[in-house]
């Protein structure tokens, strides 16, 4: 899935968004929020969409997004101007493959149902992983394909339709494995029926 058919289907998801995919991956967002308000500094949220997580950081945060998708990124800021969030620092218009940051600049990087949407996973995950603080997290959401059943069958036969429906259903777990900067420090399941992954990952210190 290239960069010009994420955006294309990104433009028809943005006036149903909130209310569709955004309802159904509600549980894993604010969970995966509430292990981030715990932490500290600044956070990056990659592909922050319409916006729908923003209100749920902690006003001690210092909250950037950026996403590629220009209708979605108007939505998002239509909810930081309306709700008044402080803690937002800003949003931006911006390839994930490569952001416009310097090395080492957040304490907390997180993408949440993204990975498998974007093209090229692994050099987003590289330049989530460049623009961590050593020490700092990358974080994680994301449904990743099974290795077996029914379900695991509907996965694969949905993957030729990608560019269609915006995701790629058969991303297998293993490509976000492949930055050596970050190591694997949790992983559980989310709702609905365990679709989902919550995965946290810790920069090595320099």
Known sequence: MDLSAVKS???AWAPIYD???GAITSVGRRQAIQYINGLQ???LEVGVGTGLSLKHYAPHLDVTGIDV???MLRKAREKVHKKQLAHVSGIHEMDA???EFPDYHFDVVV?????SVVPDPEQVISEMARVCKPGGEV????HFAREQGALSLAEKAMAPFASKIGWHSDFAFHRTQGEADLILREQKKYPPLGMFTFLRMEKQAA
Not at 111 to 115: D, E, G, P, S, V
Not at 139 to 142: A, G, I, L, R, T
């Open 69 to 71: 998708s220009t209708h």
């Open 139 to 142: 974080v994680m959401v994301n």
């Open 9 to 11: 289907s990104y433009r």
């Open 41 to 43: 500094g600044r956070v």
């Open 19 to 21: 209310k569709t995919f």
């Open 97 to 99: 493959r490569a952001m």
């Open 111 to 115: 993408a949440m149902y993204l990975i």
